[in-house]
Every structure is written in structure tokens, then in C-alpha cells.
């Protein structure tokens, strides 16, 4: 039973490009969860995702961040016109949903910005 | 004010300490995790609980839910037990909060 996958595991993009990172929940999860490790720093929630639907993205930067949870295929987390600031780990978590929620943590994606 | 607070925020232990990290929450919560970050590493969740004490091999943790505060203990305390010590509570809307981490290092 695989856990929750992430790739890229390691990503470099150029100030202005777009970065597209992928999460693939765990076999019968469909709750994805997004937080943030910026260097030195702590975790951040970002975007809690059900299929199709965003439930919360209240810790989304208002601008060039976008997550999407599609009925087929992983959840994307995409961000536009990259800026050295977004440079971090990100982590992508699921969950079933069920009474217990536990969220299961996939490997991450470090994504720098030259 | 963090809405988790964590401590100590570094932590240098001889092989073989009792090691005890401690956690303190302000907001309500339906669970509290314990996770463990290796050095550029991924997230390994060690315990979710929310209410008494769970105990995994020489890992015990335990919370408090009047008084708002967790605590995790290693026993017998190892050099591999090195990393970072994340606590995260789970608010009633199921997103994660978390706290800004214990770094462990343990020496032979």
C-alpha cells in the first residue's frame, strides 16, 4: 500500500516560470491537505482540498497560487510567475475523512527559485 | 502569540537521556500530532491523539486537554533520535497548526 507520493521531489525553476507539483494520496484517501516549509521556518497550512472541491484556502497567497483535486489523477499545486520568495518545501498530506482524519505525510517538494 | 508553542526550541542530550518535549496549544482542537523531521528530510508522523497517552516502542506522548499542553518523552535516547520534533494540532476545521519545532541532537 503506497503512501502519499509527491514529485517532483526536487524542482528548479527560474524567476517567472511556472512550478506544477503533484501529490497522489494515499490508496482510498480523498482529503488532500498543503503546507509550506520556507527555509528556517515552520510548517503553514495552505489549501485543504476534497475531490473537485476546495474546502478551505485560507492560507493560499492571494495571488499566483492555485491548487486544483480532480476527480481523476493527483492534486495539483501550481504556482505562476515564481518569485526567489517561493522557494520552500512543500508538503502534501491526505486523509479518508473518516471520524479520525489522521493526515499521512507524502516526502515533499523542494522547490528553488534561481 | 504562536497559537502552538513548543520548547525547547533546542535540545543536546548525552545517548541514553530521558528526553521531554513539551507543547502548549490556545486554540481548540479535535487532535494533537507529534511529528519527527529528519534534516532535509520528509514528515513522519509519530502519534495522534486526543485525549491520554499513546506509547510506540521508547516514544511515549502524552496530552492534557484541560490544561492544553502535550508533552513527548524519549527514553533510553539514541543518536538516530536526531532530528526535528514538530508539534501540530489539529483545529475544528481539520487544517494543521503548527508549532516551530524542537531540534534534538543526541550524542554518542
Known amino acids: 500500500n503506497a503512501g502519499v507520493m509527491q514529485n517532483p521531489r526536487h524542482l528548479v525553476r527560474r524567476r517567472g516560470q511556472e512550478a506544477r507539483l503533484r501529490c497522489s494520496p494515499m490508496k482510498g484517501h480523498s482529503h488532500v491537505y498543503w503546507y509550506r516549509q520556507l527555509p528556517e521556518e515552520g510548517l503553514k497550512f495552505m489549501v485543504y482540498?476534497?475531490?473537485?472541491?476546495?474546502?478551505?484556502e485560507s492560507g493560499m497567497p492571494k495571488e499566483r497560487f492555485s491548487a486544483e483535486f480532480p476527480k481523476e489523477g493527483p492534486s495539483i499545486l501550481r504556482i505562476q510567475q515564481v518569485v526567489r520568495g517561493d522557494s520552500a518545501a512543500y508538503f502534501c498530506?491526505?486523509?479518508?475523512?473518516?471520524?479520525?482524519?489522521?493526515?499521512?505525510f507524502g516526502p515533499g517538494t523542494r522547490l528553488t527559485v534561481l | 502569540k504562536n497559537e502552538v508553542e513548543q520548547s525547547p526550541q533546542n535540545l543536546t542530550a548525552q545517548e541514553g537521556e530521558f528526553i521531554t518535549i513539551n507543547c502548549s496549544y490556545s486554540v481548540g482542537i479535535s487532535a494533537l500530532h507529534w511529528l519527527q523531521q529528519h534534516p532535509g528530510g520528509g514528515i513522519v508522523s509519530l502519534f495522534m491523539l486526543s485525549s491520554g497517552k499513546k506509547k510506540h516502542g521508547r516514544l511515549i506522548a502524552t496530552i492534557n486537554i484541560q490544561e492544553k499542553h502535550s508533552s513527548l518523552h524519549i527514553t533510553a535516547s539514541h543518536p538516530r533520535d536526531s532530528a526535528v520534533y514538530i508539534c501540530?494540532?489539529?483545529?475544528?476545521?481539520?487544517?494543521?497548526?503548527f508549532g516551530t519545532g524542537t531540534r534534538l541532537q543526541v550524542f554518542p
Open positions: 482540498l476534497q475531490k473537485e472541491n476546495i474546502i478551505d
Open positions: 498530506a491526505s486523509s479518508d475523512g473518516t471520524r479520525s482524519n489522521e493526515q499521512f
Open positions: 501540530a494540532v489539529r483545529s475544528n476545521t481539520d487544517k494543521l497548526i
